[in-house]
Structure formats: structure tokens, C-alpha cells
């Protein structure tokens, strides 16, 4: 039976992982690189990293980052952050990335799915969209949650997966950072349009909120999340084991 | 060494990467004379069956593939790579393979029950059907990573081990000196590299 993923995501500025980290035997707690070792050694399925640079020396840092970190570490490796283009899916995935993800950039461009796809595969592709609801409707935000597209989320992200896109990040503005639990709702509404695999991201602040969203929504494959795991406040071997025992098939 | 065939799909950078991790010297090869002074050879892949064969033949590479095999040398295929080395494959089509394994290449589609996702993304159990060295360093219900939406069928003289995805699918192969993944070991954590660490010492 195919498990769960669990997927920490680090936000990576200037060379170093964003948000502040704590753990106890980590030489360098900033370090991508570290830290991606250190997740993958605990458990962790995949991993996310997401440039958030916006100069070119910075950019240039983070393939030299990706390179190391897949000199390394061998499970999935996501890439998002700045992926505009073709070119840019060429650029992460020859330094070891494994798949993509995209969310302005399809917005300001939706055949920049398309074109993704067909060069790369659709399981390269993976759709990230931020979503916010704004008078009860589910919107697509743009611009790292700063710019309501005013499109219809559910309508955008079957689109997307239409266009190609092999796997879909459900960022919920709503509850990120609220660590309130999953947007369960959102959640719901996502898994009932697609039939691709679903990752939930935002929300989660401790180990029972994964076991409610596995548990209330079969049909979603992952949960992401970030300070949590770089806090050291759900710990992933711990995360694997609860899942486990609850019932919810995990890798060990 | 081990040569790992370039035939210019997919990217190569996480199966060299994972070589160097247990200490194996790999090299990224097309040229005909490497890869015949290698002692072992890796056939990876991925995309879709037709474009892949296409290329290979196109590259020649095919008839080293097979000679190289018929010769005795080791050699593993992984994920599309293993799926070439079958005689046929049904994507977009029905287009001969390299022909070392009995059997063909079929949608999942067609074996596992609706609504189920395909590709199956993600990290699944093994199931050993057969004993072999390629897998003497891993416990069954292992997971490994798979991304995939075809499968090997009609190949029960080859099959080592299976997956559940709504069907028992075809996971590993072994047949001679002819092995494949379905799975990505360079992906699959400790236990992948168990494998290619087996591969390397073992068979």
C-alpha cells in the first residue's frame, strides 16, 4: 500500500534556510544542506526547498545548494521559488532536482505547465497554488499570498492539472501559520475536482493534525510544513510512528 | 566501475551521485568502449517507452545494451530502463524493446481498480517473491520510491518482487545477469542504496 508523505519545506535565502531553526547535534542549523541530511536521516519522504532570492548571485548560491544537497541526500527533492520559465525547470533539475513546482510563474504564463510537461513529464510538474477564500469563494493568490488573482481556486487548479501538472500543493493562506490544524475543507473541495496526488500545506502545528487530515481525507497523499519541523516541535521519526499506529500505511 | 548509459534521456546527476555516496566509482557514458571496459553497467530512464527506445536505437546503444548483457557483464536497468529491457511495451502504441526479459510493458490502468491515482507517486512496500542477491541487504515491506503508470507484465520467470498498488506490480527483476528496478533506488533512501550497494558487491 503506498504511504503518506511527510515533507518538510525550507525556505532558502541567500544560501541559508529561512525561519529560524533549533536542533540540538546540528553543526550548522542554517546550513540547507545540514538540514536536509539531518530530515532525511529522521524520516522525512521528500523535501521542498524554495528559493526566495531575488538577486542573481543568490540564485546561483541555491543551484550550488540544490547540487550539494542532492550530493547527499537521496529521496525526492522538490524545487520551487522563481520557476518562470523552461529554462528554469532545465536549470533545477540538472543540479538534482527531481521535480518543480510552480505558482506565479503559471499564473503570469499557464502554457508554462504545458510546455513543462511534455518536455519533462507531468510527474516533474507540480502545481502550487496559494489559496485564500474571499466572501466564502476559494481564490488564487498570487505573489507569495500578496495578490488576490481573483480566479476561482478549484477551476485554476483543475486547469493546471489539465495543462499537466502531475501533482498539487494546496497552501491554505486561511490557515498557515495559525497552527490550527489542516484546511480540511479546502482540502476536501481540492481532492474531489483531481486525480492527481494532493500535498496539504498550512496549518499543521502538531502531530495530531496529521493524523486528523490522513484520517478524515484519504485521498490526500502528503502534508508539508516548515517551522514546525525546523522548530523541532513535531519531530518526523515521532510523526511516522503516531501515524503508524493510527493506521495510516507510513514509511518507518 | 560501473557505466551508466547516456542516451540522452533523463538526468543522470542523482544515479552518479548515489554511486559516489557507497563509495563506487560511475561514470555518465555513451562511448561504446567505456562502457564495454565497465565492469558493470546501469541502464536508467525516464519518459515515455516510444521516445526512449526511439533514442536508444537512434544512438546505437541498443546493440551494446544487448551484447553487453549477452556477454555475461551485470547490468540493471531502473524504472523506464528496466521497463526497455522487456520485449515489448503498450504506451501510445505497441513498440519492440531491447528484448533481455520475457514479457511486456502494460498500463496499470488496466490492472488496478478506478479512482486509484496513476502514476503511482510515492514510496510503497516490498514484497519478495524470489531470493536474490540484488536484494540480500533489505527486508521485505521496505519501502522504495516509485513514479510510475506502466508495469512489467507476463514476466513470472524474472519478478524478485512486487508492489501493491491496488494490484501486485511487478517491482524488481532478475533474470541471469539482467536486473531492474521499477522503483528509483537513488531516490529511496537507505534502502536504495542497500540495493545499488548489492548490485556493486554482490551479484
Not at chain 1, 536521516?41 to 543568490?58: P, W
Not at chain 1, 485554476?156 to 491554505?172: M, P
Not at chain 2, 567505456?34 to 541498443?62: C, E
Not at chain 2, 551485470?74 to 528496466?82: H, K, Q
Request: glycine letters at 12%; aromatic letters at 8%.
Amino acid at each position: 500500500m503506498i504511504t503518506k508523505r511527510i515533507i518538510p519545506c525550507l525556505d532558502v535565502k541567500d544560501g541559508r534556510v529561512v525561519k529560524g531553526v533549533n536542533f540540538q547535534g546540528l553543526g550548522d542549523v542554517a546550513s540547507p544542506v545540514e538540514l536536509a541530511k539531518h530530515y532525511s536521516e529522521s524520516g522525512a519522504d521528500e523535501l521542498v526547498f524554495y528559493d526566495i532570492t531575488a538577486s542573481a548571485e543568490g540564485r546561483t548560491i541555491f543551484t550550488d545548494i540544490l547540487r550539494e544537497t542532492a550530493r547527499n541526500v537521496f529521496i525526492p527533492l522538490t524545487v520551487g521559488g522563481g520557476i518562470n520559465t523552461v529554462d528554469d525547470f532545465d536549470r533545477v533539475l540538472k543540479c538534482g532536482a527531481d521535480k518543480v513546482s510552480v505558482n506565479s510563474g503559471a499564473i503570469r504564463n499557464p502554457a508554462l505547465i504545458g510546455e513543462a510537461a511534455k518536455r519533462y513529464g507531468d510527474q516533474c510538474v507540480v502545481l502550487s497554488a496559494d489559496v485564500k477564500r474571499v466572501d466564502g469563494v476559494f481564490r488564487v493568490f498570487a505573489r507569495g499570498g500578496r495578490e488576490n488573482t481573483g480566479m476561482e481556486a478549484i477551476e485554476w487548479i483543475r486547469r493546471c492539472v489539465g495543462e499537466g501538472a502531475g501533482e498539487v500543493v494546496v497552501n491554505s493562506i486561511d490557515t498557515d501559520g495559525v497552527r490550527g490544524g489542516f484546511d480540511l475543507e479546502m482540502l476536501a473541495a481540492v481532492c474531489e475536482a483531481v486525480n492527481v496526488p494532493v500535498i496539504a500545506s498550512g496549518g499543521a502545528g502538531k502531530i495530531e493534525d496529521f493524523i486528523t487530515l490522513f484520517q478524515t481525507l484519504p485521498k490526500v497523499d502528503a502534508g508539508l510544513a516548515a517551522s514546525i519541523f525546523h522548530f523541532g516541535e513535531v519531530e518526523i521519526g515521532e510523526l511516522k510512528k503516531a501515524m503508524a499506529a493510527n493506521g495510516i500505511p507510513s514509511r518507518l | 566501475m560501473i557505466a551508466i548509459i547516456d542516451y540522452g534521456v533523463g538526468n543522470l546527476f542523482s544515479l552518479k551521485s548515489s554511486f559516489a555516496a557507497i563509495g563506487q566509482e560511475a561514470v555518465v557514458t555513451s562511448d561504446r568502449s567505456v562502457i564495454h571496459d565497465a565492469d558493470k553497467i546501469i541502464f536508467p530512464g525516464v519518459g515515455a517507452f516510444r521516445d526512449a527506445i526511439g533514442k536508444l536505437r537512434a544512438s546505437g546503444l541498443d546493440a551494446v545494451v544487448r551484447e553487453e548483457a549477452q556477454s555475461g557483464k551485470p547490468l540493471m536497468g531502473i524504472c523506464l530502463g528496466m521497463q526497455l529491457l522487456f520485449e515489448k511495451g503498450y504506451e501510445y502504441g505497441e513498440y519492440d524493446g531491447v528484448g533481455l526479459l520475457r514479457g511486456s510493458i502494460r498500463p496499470i490502468a488496466d490492472v488496478i481498480p478506478k479512482g486509484l491515482k496513476i502514476p503511482q507517486i510515492g514510496w510503497n512496500a516490498l514484497k519478495i517473491k524470489r531470493e536474490t542477491p540484488l536484494l540480500g541487504r533489505i527486508r521485505e515491506g521496505d519501502c522504495v520510491y516509485f513514479v510510475h503508470s506502466y508495469y512489467a507484465a507476463e514476466c513470472d520467470e524474472s519478478v524478485v518482487a512486487t508492489t501493491e498498488y491496488g494490484a501486485e506490480l511487478t517491482a524488481a527483476v532478475a533474470y541471469g545477469n539482467v536486473y531492474g528496478c521499477q522503483f528509483h533506488p537513488e531516490k529511496s533512501g537507505a534502502v536504495g542504496l542497500n540495493i545499488l550497494r548489492a548490485f556493486c558487491e554482490d551479484v
